[in-house]
C-alpha cells in the first residue's frame, strides 16, 4: 500500500509569512494526526481528525495554526502568520479503524527567518 | 497526563548490543511503542507491545516492559550501521488514540 504523502518537503518562509502543509494519508485510515517536531525534541501532537471532524486540537495554537480535512481524506495544515519559533518539522500520521499502530509521513520541514 | 523520558545519546561499536531506556508516567498506557527517525526522513516503526505483556522480540529487537517501574526498554542485537538513528518510545493512554512521545535517543553506531 502506498504511503502518507506530505508535501512541500521543505519550505522557507519569512516570518509573519503563511505557509500551508498537505497531507494524503494511507487510503481507508479514518484517522488522521499533525504532529510538531522541533529540532532535538519528540514529536507533539497538533490536532487529530476523525473522518472529516476534530477529535483533539487542545494543543494547536489556535490564533495562528489552523488545519481542515474536508472530505475526511486529505488534510490541510496551515501557520498564518509565522513565528521563528515554528521553525520544525511538522509531520502528518494516519491509523486504520481498530488498528494499534500509526503510520507516519516523512514530513514537511518548515524554516522561518 | 502522559509524559515520556528518555536518555539522549549512545555509542556502540557494530556487533555489539545496545539498549536504550525510556520511563512513562500514565500507568493507564495501553500500548508502549518503539520508532527509528532516520536523518531527513519520518518515523518508522519498529515495534510495540501490549502493556499486559513482559516481553515482546522480534528478530535482533526486544522490547522488556516493566509496567511497576514504568520503564520501557528497547535492545538491539548485533548492533549494524544501518542502525544509526534516533530512537523514540512512545505511549498510548488507555481510551485515547493518539501517541505521546519522548525526545527521543540517538544512537551512533561506529564500524
Known amino acids: 500500500e502506498a504511503g502518507v504523502a506530505q508535501s512541500p518537503r521543505y519550505k522557507i518562509i519569512e516570518k509573519r509569512q503563511s505557509v500551508a502543509f498537505w497531507c494524503n494519508p494511507i487510503?481507508?485510515?479514518?484517522?488522521l494526526y499533525w504532529y510538531q517536531q522541533i529540532l532535538g525534541q519528540g514529536p507533539k501532537l497538533l490536532i487529530q481528525?476523525?473522518?472529516?471532524?476534530?477529535?483533539?486540537d487542545s494543543q494547536l495554537p489556535k490564533d495562528r495554526f489552523s488545519a481542515e480535512r474536508l472530505k475526511g481524506v486529505d488534510s490541510t495544515l496551515k501557520i498564518q502568520p509565522a513565528k521563528l519559533e515554528d521553525s520544525a518539522v511538522y509531520l502528518c500520521?494516519?491509523?486504520?479503524?481498530?488498528?494499534?499502530?500509526?503510520?507516519f509521513g516523512a514530513g514537511s520541514r518548515l524554516t522561518v527567518l | 497526563g502522559e509524559d515520556v523520558e528518555q536518555s539522549l545519546f549512545l555509542s556502540v561499536r557494530e556487533g555489539d548490543s545496545s539498549v536504550i531506556n525510556c520511563t512513562y508516567t500514565?500507568?493507564?498506557?495501553?500500548?508502549l511503542y518503539w520508532y527509528k527517525q532516520e536523518p531527513g526522513a519520518g518515523l518508522q516503526l519498529l515495534t510495540y507491545?501490549?502493556?499486559?505483556?513482559d516481553m515482546k522480540q522480534d528478530q535482533r529487537l526486544t522490547v522488556l516492559l516493566n509496567k511497576k517501574d514504568k520503564h520501557l526498554s528497547l535492545r538491539i542485537a548485533d548492533t549494524q550501521t544501518g542502525d544509526s538513528a534516533i530512537y523514540f518510545c512512545?505511549?498510548?493512554?488507555?481510551?485515547?488514540?493518539?501517541?505521546?512521545f519522548g525526545k527521543g535517543n540517538q544512537v551512533v553506531v561506529i564500524p
Open positions: 500520521a494516519s491509523r486504520g479503524s481498530g488498528a494499534n499502530v500509526l503510520t
Open positions: 487510503s481507508g485510515h479514518a484517522t
Open positions: 481528525f476523525q473522518n472529516n471532524g476534530v477529535v483533539d
Open positions: 500514565d500507568s493507564s498506557s495501553t500500548y
Open positions: 507491545i501490549f502493556s499486559n505483556m
Open positions: 512512545a505511549e498510548r493512554a488507555n481510551g485515547n488514540n493518539r501517541l505521546a
